[in-house]
C-alpha cells in the first residue's frame, strides 16, 4: 500500500469476491472508496454502519469495511464490478 501511488488498492479476488484496501486518514479511506465506485459507474446512496450502499441503473450493491488496524479500512464487495 505505502508504494502505491493509488488512493486505495485491490488487494485480493476471492470466490465471488474483491477486496480493496486504503488509509484511513481522517475520513479519506470512505472517500476513496466512493470514488472509485463512481468511476465504475456506481453511485453512492447511503451508509449503512459499516457498509455503503451503492446503486445504478443495474440496482444496489452493499460495500462492507472492517478497520485493518489503526491505519488502513478494509473493503469487501462483489467480484466484477
Given amino acids: 500500500m505505502n508504494k502505491s501511488n493509488g488512493n486505495i488498492v ?3 479476488e476471492e470466490d465471488s469476491y474483491q477486496w480493496y484496501v486504503s488509509e ?6 470512505y472517500e476513496n472508496l ?4 463512481e ?3 456506481w453511485f453512492f446512496k447511503e451508509q449503512l454502519g459499516s457498509g455503503f450502499v451503492f446503486q445504478n441503473e443495474q440496482g444496489e450493491i452493499m460495500v462492507s469495511s472492517e478497520m485493518w488496524t489503526r491505519k488502513y479500512v478494509i473493503f469487501h464487495f462483489p467480484k466484477g464490478i
Fill in 39 to 41: 468511476d465504475k459507474g
Fill in 10 to 12: 485491490k488487494i485480493t
Fill in 34 to 37: 466512493k470514488r472509485l465506485m
Fill in 24 to 29: 484511513m486518514k481522517q475520513g479519506r479511506a
